[in-house]
């Protein structure tokens, strides 16, 4: 599916986009058949509608630098690499989605907040308001450590070890992730591109 030509890329008299910002959404579609990669390029948000939005995609056996590379090639051909400062690359960390930042230039990565929502969800479902909203606080001024220590409180604190083993994942995620946590305190501008 990742083609190496620009036949799919339309016609090259076109003139090149002046963007200062991309954003692109890694996910791996979990079906019965196939496992494949999707890459969602867009340039941002208006009225919660991507603005000129171009799709990726590979099947699960394809090098995950293939389909990077045929998303590099499309920025290159239809985005001014002069104007271009930054390509902000969202997923939930998986080592494909993360190879990107290797393949494009300018790019950082960030997890996306549905995986932190979705990790957080254990910690929080049984807290106390006041729990979560000092988890979340702790995650906006970049307090890894406190972030940390609220979950070892919320893991000593589970009601059975279903939900503690959660939290432990949770908090081994957040570990392993934090560099693409902390980039929305780096790059506050990478928040339109989740609509958030």
């Known amino acids: ?13 076109s003139p090149r986009r002046r963007c200062k910002v991309l954003f692109i959404e890694a996910d791996q579609e979990r079906n019965a058949t196939r496992l ?10 208006r009225r ?9 995609a590979a099947e699960a056996d394809v090098a995950p630098e293939k389909l990077w ?11 001014e690499p002069s104007c271009l400062q930054r390509v902000f ?11 990107g930042t290797a393949v494009l230039p300018k790019s950082v990565f960030l997890l996306h907040p549905f995986y932190l929502r979705k990790w957080l969800t254990p910690a929080l479902v049984l807290r106390e308001d006041e729990f979560g909203q000092a988890v979340w606080a702790s995650i906006e001024a970049g307090d890894q450590l406190g972030v940390e220590r609220l979950l070892r409180e919320a893991e ?8 503690r ?16 946590i902390a980039a929305y305190l780096l790059f506050p501008e990478a928040r339109q591109g989740t609509g958030g």
């Open 48 to 56: 919660g509608k991507l603005i000129h939005p171009y799709y990726f």
């Open 156 to 163: 000593a604190g589970a009601p059975n070890p279903a939900f």
């Open 69 to 79: 590379e045929a998303v590099r090639r499309y920025t290159q051909h239809r985005y």
């Open 1 to 13: 599916m990742c083609s190496t030509d620009f036949n799919d890329i339309g016609p090259a008299a």
């Open 165 to 180: 083993r959660a939290i432990r994942d949770c908090r081994r995620l957040v570990r392993r992730h934090w560099d693409g």
């Open 89 to 99: 690359l969202y997923g939930d960390g998986a080592p494909w989605v993360r190879t």
């Open 36 to 45: 494949p990669r999707l890459a969602c390029l867009y340039e941002g948000r």
